[in-house]
């Protein structure tokens, strides 16, 4: 459990106990179903981390894109919808070389122009023979994107890095040294779906 959604339980619970003292408790039915969806939206469960050289989904979502960028770039978009997981992993494990927030649109997420047009969080993940990049990209609800990690820290393939609350997408980067593993229209799990395998070559 993220602590953001405790917080915010507590809070639409307060608020309906609040109601239901003073005006009626029919007026404070809905706040505590927003505090029990609090709870639920921000879960947190551990996840089996594949082995080997492999990039994972930073993210739990449907695959809206698989979109080849001639020879040297790939990107994979994942739309996460309201009742998804929203906490964000590492792809790969590496050192955080750079991290680049850009201010942008609020736009539907599951949208292709959302990628280029929408409010991001970009991080740059580099290690031996191979860097990926990937974008925490606010939707039409989300308005916060959360990393908890700077350039220089390293990080573990899977692990927690951040989330982005209330539905959004995560786009990721990958070079010509990777062989895509999935294909538009999939549903992925963030630390557990394989997007690609490296080429060791």
């Known amino acids: 459990m993220v602590i953001d959604g405790i917080y915010y339980a507590l809070a639409f619970s307060a608020g309906g106990a609040l109601l239901w003292y003073l005006i009626n408790p029919a007026f404070a039915a809905p706040l505590f ?8 939206f921000f879960r947190d469960p551990d996840r089996s981390i594949p082995e080997g050289p492999v990039a994972v989904s930073p993210a739990d979502g449907k ?6 960028d001639g020879a ?13 997981v929203h906490v964000n992993r590492a792809p ?9 927030y850009t201010k942008g649109q609020f736009l539907v997420a ?6 280029s047009q929408n409010e991001r969080n970009t991080v740059t993940i580099t290690a031996e023979a191979t860097s990926v990049r990937f974008a925490q990209i606010a939707g039409l609800i989300a308005r ?18 951040g989330l ?34 490296r080429r060791l070559t």
Do not use: M
């Open 144 to 161: 916060r994107i959360v990393f908890n990690k700077k350039p220089g820290d390293t990080v573990a393939k899977g692990e927690r890095v």
């Open 63 to 68: 695959v809206v894109g698989v979109i080849g």
């Open 72 to 84: 040297e770039c790939t990107r994979i978009s994942i739309f996460l919808n309201i009742f998804d």
């Open 110 to 115: 599951s949208r292709e122009d959302a990628s």
């Open 33 to 40: 179903v927003l505090a029990l969806f609090c709870l639920y």
């Open 164 to 197: 982005i609350k209330f539905g959004s997408r995560v786009d990721v980067f990958l070079g010509p040294e990777w062989d895509i593993q999935v294909r538009t229209g999939e549903r992925v799990s963030g630390g557990s779906s394989v997007l690609a395998q």
């Open 92 to 100: 790969i494990a590496g050192k955080i070389t750079n991290v680049e």
